[in-house]
């Protein structure tokens, strides 16, 4: 009987909604219960996380306002002697302190004893920056490990007692660091108070208009490809200020000039094994080693390809959380270089209908789509294309483009709108199958690449997404390919009948004018993709066969019945798909293509890709030791 009265409760709830939504909706909504899951639901909220009540001789107090949570508490300076290292990172005291019925002093006077004083905050021997520590919490309920949790809390003292001060909870992150404008670039970063901010880059200071939690700061008449110092200051409206640590900052350099190393990873959502594979939706022991890697190989950027927390999220706030989570692990990296990341299927907040497990992106899309979310959390830059249907979610910060030197990048977006694994949602109530990419976007993509073909200053050209064009591995039943099957295609709500329209051109169709508008160009070197943890890489050429729509579907039921190489593929480009950033590792063995990679590996890693005067050459560094498993000398020279 409470299951059947929940039932109609929730059924009320989604009739309910459909009466406030359906109408300006491009789907139908489905007259089913509505379920309050997600995937992965943190244990505690952010303020939970950074509740600090107050303080005392020994410390500072945290209550996570939970009675039932316990666990250890454990605790670093941070960053640890950062005067020393341009990477931060924090390095734990070795002995735990107790969290009971939600509460704990995290231990600070000990830092002020020689045996732990590695900041020199005793003789005041400090950078400038306002003392700081990171709390690492192992939290557990009865009967349950619920994982690991961590943040950050800066504070003062006056000998005596030890006061909370305004904290820089996610950043500084450098962003917009292109060559569209290289005496330009933006300082983000996030308050736990509400503060007024302020940028000191170089010798000159930059103030933020207005007060908030999130900061962000245009920095203007710089000089390309130079290095500059910056920190940041934040001020309370009771006169309490944080100021971070000193970093350094590279701008772009012009137009067409410069030679370079950036890096690419993709899908570092929690993993098994316990400890810091399972932190907050992240797979965070890979991620930090890969991220600290990229900068020692002076990877003045990282292409991140989606997929970068556990997600599949019912509610926005527990997916922007774990997206906290994210940036500060590779806060590290982000300080001092940028990182351009893209949406994965995993970025996805969803109304979860009980019965079928169908799945539809959650509304109000402006609001409480993943697209809308990713948007907020992240400084990608803004030139997207317009939705052509206002009703649908937002491509801004998820499908972009820049210059960087010699290099076009261009991000797209085939994770978007998604019904996640299930194409027969999108045909039952409308939505974008996983890989598609909707006319609006395909025809900006297209446009794009025909720009930077005859731009002059542009000699290399590379794309990324979350979702492989060409699968090799688990998802060969998805991608933009399940299994040659064209009749896979978005559907959207005409808003006078009310009905349901297909897309004119199916999976097929897209990924192949997709590729045809990539093979065009004389200048596109790779095209770099996620979504199957590990790596493959695949020459894709008018040899090679991929099938082709109409002619190989022989029996017209709108499925590739042979798969002919394609002509229109004029030149050859390869597809490398790199997704080892901590997620689980999937098999590279016995799954059916027409394609062959050159290369396949479960190992987890990242590339890194060279930008040269003449040539562009790639590397994969994967395995525990960063070996490098993976070498083409010049991507071009297939051209």
């Not at 969290?99 to 002020?112: C, I, M, Q, R, T």
């Not at 490809?225 to 006169?239: I, L, M, Q, R, T």
């Not at 979702?467 to 998802?475: A, E, G, R």
């Not at 525990?624 to 051209?639: I, N, P, Q, W, Y």
């Amino acid at each position: 009987m409470r299951n059947t009265v929940r039932g109609f409760l929730l059924l009320f709830i989604v009739l309910s909604s459909a009466v406030s939504y359906g109408d300006d909706l491009p789907v139908i909504v489905p007259e089913l219960a509505l379920v309050p899951y997600s995937v992965f639901q943190n244990a505690v909220t952010s303020g939970q996380l950074n509740n600090i009540v107050g303080g005392t001789e020994e410390g500072l107090i945290l209550d996570l306002n939970d009675p039932k949570l316990s666990g250890q508490v454990y605790m670093s300076q941070y960053p640890f002697e950062g005067k020393e290292t341009v990477y931060d990172y924090a390095y734990y005291m070795d002995e735990a302190v107790k969290l009971s019925e939600g509460k704990a002093v995290l231990p600070l006077a000990d830092f002020y004893k020689s045996k732990y004083n590695a900041n020199a905050w005793v003789k005041g021997e400090t950078s400038g920056a306002t003392p700081t520590v990171e709390y690492r919490l192992r939290l557990f309920k009865p009967g349950k490990l619920l994982g690991l949790y961590a943040s950050r809390v800066s504070f003062g003292y006056d000998g005596h007692t030890f006061r909370k001060l305004p904290t820089v909870i996610g950043g500084p992150y450098v962003t917009k660091v292109s060559s569209d404008d290289p005496t330009t670039l933006e300082i983000v970063w996030e308050t736990d108070e509400l503060c007024s901010g302020k940028v000191n880059f170089g010798a000159k200071s930059y103030d933020e208009s207005s007060v908030s939690l999130s900061h962000r700061v245009k920095i203007s008449g710089l000089t390309p490809d130079s290095v500059y110092d910056y920190y940041v200051e934040s001020a309370s409206s009771d006169g309490r200020i944080v100021r971070s640590e000193t970093y350094s900052t590279r701008t772009a350099p012009a137009k067409g000039q410069g030679t370079f190393t950036f890096a690419y990873a993709s899908d570092s959502y929690d993993d098994v094994g316990g400890g810091g594979k399972t932190y907050m939706g992240i797979n965070r022991d890979i991620l930090d080693q890969i991220s600290a890697h990229a900068l020692r190989s002076e990877a003045e950027f990282i292409l991140f390809g989606g997929d970068l927390v556990m997600g599949y999220s019912g509610d926005k706030e527990n997916l922007d959380f774990q997206l906290q989570a994210w940036k500060q692990v590779v806060s590290g990296y982000w300080r001092n270089r940028p990182i351009y990341p893209t949406i994965g299927n995993h970025e996805f907040v969803w109304n979860y209908y009980e019965g079928d497990e169908t799945v539809l992106a959650k509304w109000p899309y402006s609001t409480d789509s993943g697209e809308a979310v990713f948007a907020e959390a992240f400084n990608n830059p803004e030139n997207a294309p317009v939705v052509s249907d206002s009703r649908r979610p937002t491509y801004q910060e998820s499908v972009y483009s820049f210059q960087y030197g010699p290099a076009m990048v261009i991000c797209f977006n085939n994770a978007y709108w998604t019904t996640g694994f299930s194409d027969s949602a999108a045909e039952m109530y409308g939505g974008c199958p996983l890989g598609y990419i909707m006319e609006d976007q395909l025809q900006w993509i297209e446009s794009s690449l025909s720009k930077a073909e005859s731009d002059t200053t542009v000699r290399y050209i590379f794309l990324f997404g979350h979702t492989p064009v060409f699968p090799y591995t688990k998802h060969v039943a998805d991608g933009m390919w399940y299994m040659g099957n064209n009749n896979i295609r978005a559907y959207t709500k005409n808003a006078e009948t009310g009905k349901l329209e297909a897309a004119s051109q199916g999976i097929i169709e897209v990924r192949n004018r997709f590729w045809k508008a990539i093979a065009q160009s004389a200048k596109v070197a790779a095209v770099f993709t996620s979504h199957e943890h590990g790596y493959h890489r695949t020459l894709i050429s008018n040899t090679t066969p991929v099938g082709v729509f109409p002619d190989d579907d022989t029996d017209g039921d709108g499925v590739l019945d042979k798969y002919s190489p394609n002509p229109d593929f004029v030149r050859p480009v390869w597809h490398i798909m790199s997704a080892g950033a901590g997620s689980g590792p999937y098999d590279t063995k016995g799954y059916p293509t027409p394609w062959t990679p050159e290369k396949a590996s479960s190992q987890y890693g990242y590339v890194l890709v060279h930008v040269e005067n003449n040539k562009v050459s790639m590397e994969l560094i994967g395995g525990v030791a960063g070996e490098v498993l993976d070498r083409v000398d010049d991507l071009m020279s297939v051209k």
